[in-house]
């Protein structure tokens, strides 16, 4: 990625005005859309494979997680922990890309899913994670996009109620607001907005933001 991004343009300046009432809409209304079939089979399969590579190794979920460069980095930052990274496009899964030459690491399966299902699922299979990562999801920074942010989305309960340490970041800081104030809004915990600098970054999008000099923002709370 060339270093000419641009932080995410909005007319919208603050928390989204109708951000509550769709919070507490999706709270009360659960979501029932039905699972795609491959979903459902890569779900299990994953799994599966956890069961047999590490069944006691704690679960560690990397959601959205692109060509995967993030995940692999988690596998081995965490060698005692199982990571799946979860993302929607195969073209993306399958890019190569440096660390996947060796061969992943034993302890991270990269699974093709649509994380509307797979979270979904997750809850549905009693799985409860340890730590789990949303990192520089797509922005949808325009105002009446509100419903295709995570946080806007009616599977936004589910993904909360799978646990562990969830950890977003965003090269856009009303986004990391609304997420925060969304888990506010829906638990008892209350996180905060922070800017920082990463030690190396994690995801390409990550190091193309740096390298543009974008100021990066992040939440972390313990569910």
């Known amino acids: 990625m060339q270093a000419n ?7 919208q300046t603050g928390i989204h005005e109708q951000l509550a009432t769709l919070l507490d809409r999706h709270r009360h209304a659960p979501f029932l859309k039905p699972y795609a079939d491959y979903n459902r089979v890569a ?8 069961q047999r590579i ?5 679960l560690i979920l990397d959601a959205c997680c692109g060509v995967g460069e993030s995940s692999i980095a988690l596998a081995r930052a965490f060698p005692d922990h199982y990571v799946i990274g979860v993302d929607q496009s195969a073209s993306r899964l399958a ?3 440096d660390g996947k030459a060796d061969g992943l690491p034993e302890n991270l399966d990269l699974v093709r899913a649509d994380l509307v299902d797979y979270w979904r699922l997750l809850g549905d299979a009693g799985v409860r994670l340890d730590r789990h990562y949303l990192l520089y999801p797509n922005p949808w920074p325009k105002i009446g996009h509100l419903s295709r942010r ?5 599977v936004f ?3 909360l109620e799978l646990g562990g340490v969830l950890e977003c970041r965003s090269n856009w800081r009303i986004y990391i607001e609304e997420f925060c ?3 506010g809004r829906m638990t008892d915990f209350q996180p905060s907005c922070e800017a920082f600098l ?3 970054p994690l995801t390409p999008f990550e190091r193309k933001y740096l390298d543009s000099g974008h100021a990066l923002w992040r939440t972390t709370v313990v569910l």
């Open 5 to 11: 991004s641009r932080v995410p343009s909005s007319a």
């Open 54 to 58: 590490a069944p006691h190794a704690p």
């Open 198 to 200: 990463p030690e190396a």
């Open 150 to 154: 995570w946080h806007g989305h009616p």
């Open 95 to 97: 890019r190569n890309i």
């Open 157 to 159: 309960p589910a993904m």
């Open 181 to 183: 104030f969304a888990i």
């Open 43 to 50: 779900c299990e399969a994953s799994l599966a494979r956890h």
